[in-house]
């Protein structure tokens, strides 16, 4: 009986490819691990375009499901009352840190906290975006640099922009899970480091002899006070010693269409 | 089947929720042989969306996700003889 010899090519190959893969994928990690802004450089170009037409079409389908609803005024009308009311709610809420923040600011005349604002489009937010980041269409070529601060709805500290490239930029949001920021609680303006929680969400761990409302707006150490949250719920522990705060950012971020970026 | 994958991970990367992306990324690597390139969407999520402050920290998340399927997937078919 003759055997036909088994080929070792096939295998040989596929292993050959595959270590290939191996190297290639390794080499692409390497690139982005030692120079991080290698790929956004290149890419964020090509994708905004797709990230600015994203708006147009989405926007249109939206609008033409609405119209199909003959209803589309009402529903516009709604919409802009809705916008007005929120933004009304949270100047009143921007009163109450502008009251405090007055009084101490009295002792300390001649200082301003006054920054140059750059409005920027939002391209890309989460929940497309893994981590807490957005991706606006301001850069270095609008005087956006790294570290500067980020805003929304006129005075509420959202974030800050951790990498300017020449036409766009990328802004790391406070709330980014685990990231610890220095806030100031209440009108009486306690000290604490609040921890991000994701998705516009903080938590605050104080003693519980402190008192702290439901309501009460959270600041951030500045010469200007910018509303950074409002208390959403306080839970005092079993032992009674400590009470974690709960706390969110009063805007949503996926309803924000533009931030303020405050260049220094 | 390798070319429809690269099309809807292309616009679940730049369009969709990230879940939506993990779940293509997983369908793909399991009904693609071989899905090396899987591993390059993750370094380029990664670098579009990543920053230094990460998720606790931890900047690569999406590189590392699709590491472990890539990983999953190639073990799963290689016993099952797909």
Redesign the interface.
Do not use: C, H, M, Q
């Given at each position: 009986m003759t055997y036909l010899r088994r080929s070792n090519r096939g295998p040989k190959r596929a292993r050959g490819?595959?270590i290939a893969?191996?190297v290639?994928?390794a080499l692409?990690?390497s690139v982005?691990y030692f120079f991080?802004r290698?790929?956004?450089s290149l890419?964020?170009p090509v994708?905004s375009l797709?990230?600015k037409s994203?708006s147009g079409i989405v926007g249109w389908f939206v609008y033409m499901g609405k119209i199909a609803q003959s209803k589309y005024s009402l529903v516009k009308e709604n919409r802009r009352l809705s916008d007005e009311i929120a933004a009304r709610d949270r100047s009143i809420l921007a009163l109450d840190a502008l009251q405090s923040e007055n009084e101490s600011l009295k002792t300390a005349l001649g200082r301003t906290g006054k920054e140059n604002h750059v409005l920027g489009v939002i391209l890309?937010r989460?929940?497309?975006?893994?981590?807490d980041?957005l991706?606006v269409d301001a850069g270095t070529g609008d005087g956006v640099k790294a570290g500067d601060k980020v805003y929304a709805e006129g005075d509420v500290l959202i974030g800050d922009v951790?990498?300017a490239f020449g036409g766009q930029s990328?802004i790391?949001l406070f709330s980014?899970?685990?990231?610890i920021t220095s806030v100031l609680v209440g009108t009486s303006t306690i000290a604490a480091e609040a921890t991000g929680r994701g998705g516009g969400n903080f938590i605050v761990k104080l003693p519980a002899k402190i008192s702290v409302v439901k309501g009460a707006v959270i600041t951030v150490p500045s010469i200007r006070s910018h509303v950074f949250g409002v208390v959403d719920a306080v839970i005092v522990d079993s032992t009674g010693s400590l009470q974690t705060i709960l706390f969110k950012s009063p805007v949503n971020i996926s309803q924000l269409r533009f931030v303020e970026i405050g260049r220094k | 089947m390798r070319l429809i994958f690269h099309i809807a991970l292309v616009i679940s990367l730049?369009?969709?929720?990230?879940?939506a992306g993990a779940v293509v990324a997983l369908s793909a690597c399991f009904l693609v042989d071989?899905f090396?390139e899987i591993?390059?969407y993750g370094?380029?999520?990664?670098?579009?969306?990543?920053?230094?402050?990460?998720?606790?920290?931890f900047g690569s998340?999406?590189?590392l996700y699709t590491v472990i399927v890539f990983t999953l997937a190639s073990i799963v078919r290689k016993r099952l003889a797909w």
């Open positions: 490819a595959a893969a191996i290639a994928l692409v990690f982005n991080p290698a790929f956004p890419l964020y994708s797709f990230w994203e890309s989460p929940p497309v975006a893994p981590y980041t991706v951790t990498e990328k790391s980014t899970p685990g990231r | 730049l369009y969709l929720p990230w879940w071989r090396y591993v390059v370094i380029i999520a990664d670098a579009f969306y990543g920053t230094r402050f990460g998720l606790y920290g998340v999406a590189t």
